[in-house]
């Protein structure tokens, strides 16, 4: 299986950072891609970045990137996790917190990916609210973000918690942080491969 995973935005993203300017979300995401990447290859995994470049990639050429390889490979053999940290505001300290998952609307196996993340997640940001929104009988968010709805993969995107509450960006920033945010994201996708390993020798 191909493990594609995308970093959220780029050097030249206006905003997207804390106020106090410590944690850039362009620069923090692709720091835990490169790391979820390092780490999945080394167990044997084909795990890609589809944006290497610090400047920001538009959203069709990075759907483009992922149906590149879903043609090669076919679509049921990829997926796509695309990492990002949140926010509540435009540039100030609030007071929103806690990790979530989106996918795109209605059923699919993005929604399972989901589960396999946010069951990550309960063990690896224990102390941190998970936001989750059961209406559909599942924890993640239906979302019609653009990297959603115009993959071939199942793909979900990540919101690691807010860039605008202090709390939040001294965890992220800190060692014991950014490794639990980087395992949350490793042990989901290998969840969600043993998974779909399973029911494909059934």
Wanted: aromatic fraction near 6%; include cysteine.
């Amino acid at each position: 299986m191909i493990l594609l995973i995308d970093n959220g935005h780029g050097s030249d993203t206006a905003g997207k950072r804390s106020p106090d300017g410590r944690l850039r979300e362009w620069a923090y995401t692709r720091e835990i891609a490169a790391e979820v990447v390092r780490r999945l290859k080394v167990l044997g995994m084909d795990a890609r970045r589809i944006v290497t470049e610090e400047m920001d990639i538009s959203l069709p050429v990075r759907c483009q990137r992922v149906n590149k390889v879903c043609r090669e490979y076919g679509s049921n053999q990829v997926l796509l996790v695309s990492i990002h940290v949140n926010a509540a505001g435009n540039g100030q300290w609030l007071h929103a917190r806690g990790w979530s998952a989106f996918t795109s609307r209605g059923r699919t196996e993005a929604d399972r990916l989901a589960d396999c993340l946010y069951a990550a997640a309960a063990v690896h940001l224990k102390g941190h609210q998970l936001r989750t929104d059961y209406s559909d009988g599942d924890p993640d968010w239906e979302s019609g973000f653009y990297i959603l709805r115009h993959t071939r993969c199942p793909a979900v995107l990540t919101e690691n918690l807010f860039q605008d509450n202090r709390d939040d960006v001294a965890f992220l920033l800190s060692p014991e942080g950014r490794e639990r945010i980087i395992r949350t994201h490793v042990d989901g996708i290998l969840s969600f491969v043993r998974h779909q390993t399973a029911g494909a020798q059934l």
